[in-house]
């Protein structure tokens, strides 16, 4: 969570604390920005004072993503204390106190407004948040035509307890993520390679995290945390991975402590922060300075089905890689079924795709024919899908 409110003391300036004051160049990956990059974007920057003024000066459609992690308004009346009378080190900065709810819901779709402003049209968004604020946030970016695609759950893996013992522990915060627009149907999502990731299991809108701890926690010279609401890397990691590339621009219009931008230098992508306290903004500046850029081939976008060129069945028949009468047969030999000249499949007197006949064959409701199927070649089953692979790359050639 950043400080950078409506209200700031001080002109918005550039703490341009990018080292040379310059534009910065691509991240050290191997791979170029994309050619939609504008020059006149300070890249990998954070630009110090008021979010809104200085989201103005962004040039429009300009940011691939946006993560924010806006003043949650917990609107707490007394300090926390613990069982032993020990004071909670809990969020009781300026910078999260609000006249009114009236007051924070103006706030929030100012900023909002900002940072559609400078969204590319396929651009997508995510905000995080508490039940304090998110559902706010929420109705707040339906009022204003952004697209909901997802709430995710971040389930934390230790959680603050509460001391009070009047409600539950808040174990959770959440996360919005959104288009532009309804109309924005070509968004970067890398379904692929989080189920890859994922142990080949789609990847679920509840995610468990453990909260920024450890070596990961910025102090400052008394031992103090830096920040009270730092963010763990693993977190952002797993945003930017999902639903960006390398050479992105990504914006954090409340910077904080600087973990998108140390993440985001990580992974190859560039960032924009906003932040109107010096000291937060110094404290990153250091922290992402530090951080170690990934090698390029371990951080490279991952190629998506998707956008792969359609193959049909059909093709394999005519490039001879599958010949009309063969019989093709699943990986444990329990069911056949046989190639018809057309590029269906013939199972008794049912003609139908290699995916209808699959999922007959097992009684279920759908099948990936490509996976299921395979075809006997010197004695071994070998996957029809292997010279779909092949049709494919004989296309490219």
């Known amino acids: 969570m950043g400080t950078s409110r409506t209200g700031a003391a001080g002109a918005a300036s550039r703490i341009s604390v990018s080292r040379t004051g310059r534009t910065a160049p691509a991240p050290r990956t191997g791979l170029k920005s994309p050619p939609s990059v504008s020059p006149s974007l300070p890249l990998d920057q954070i630009l110090l004072g008021d979010c809104i003024a200085n989201l103005e000066k962004l040039p429009a459609e300009s940011v691939d993503v946006v993560f924010a992690d806006p003043p949650y308004n917990l609107q707490l009346e007394q300090s926390l204390t613990r069982p032993d009378h020990s004071l909670v080190d809990a969020v009781d900065d300026d910078w999260d106190k609000f006249a009114s709810f009236a007051d924070y819901d103006a706030f929030t779709r100012a900023w909002l407004l900002g940072v559609r402003r400078v969204m590319k049209k396929n651009a997508t968004l995510w905000v995080i948040g508490s039940y304090h604020n998110i559902f706010r946030v929420g109705a707040a970016l339906q009022d204003l035509n952004f697209w909901l695609l997802n709430d995710i759950v971040w389930r934390k893996a230790n959680p603050m307890p509460n001391f009070r013992g009047r409600r539950f522990t808040n174990a959770h915060e959440t996360m919005i993520w959104a288009s532009k627009s309804a109309d924005a149907k070509n968004y970067t999502f890398h379904y692929e390679a989080l189920k890859a990731g994922n142990d080949d299991v789609q990847m679920r809108s509840d995610w468990h995290l453990p909260i920024c701890t450890g070596e990961e926690r910025l102090k400052g010279e008394d031992g103090r945390k830096v920040h009270p609401t730092q ?68 951080i490279a ?35 056949t079924a046989t190639v018809r000249a057309d590029g269906t499949l013939a199972l008794d007197s049912i003609v139908g795709s290699i995916h209808k006949i699959g999922s007959l064959v097992q009684g279920l409701p759908a099948c990936n024919g490509w996976t299921f199927w395979h075809v006997k070649r010197d004695g071994k089953l070998v996957c029809i899908d292997d010279f779909r692979a092949k049709v494919r790359a004989e296309m490219a050639a």
């Not at 599958?322 to 990986?331: A, F, S, Y």
């Open 301 to 335: 976008a991952p190629p998506e089905k998707r956008a792969e060129v359609r193959v049909p069945f059909l093709a394999l028949i005519e490039g001879g890689h599958v010949k009309p009468g063969e019989t093709l047969v699943d990986e444990r030999r329990r069911y």
């Open 231 to 298: 963010k763990p890397e693993a977190l952002l990691a797993r945003i930017l991975l999902s639903s960006s590339n390398p050479g992105d621009v990504v914006l954090d219009p409340f910077f904080g402590s600087g973990t998108t931008g140390a993440v985001a230098k990580k992974l190859g992508r560039h960032f924009i922060g906003l932040e109107r306290d010096p000291a937060y903004a110094k404290a990153a500046r250091a922290r992402i300075d530090a951080a170690e850029q990934l090698s390029g081939v371990s």
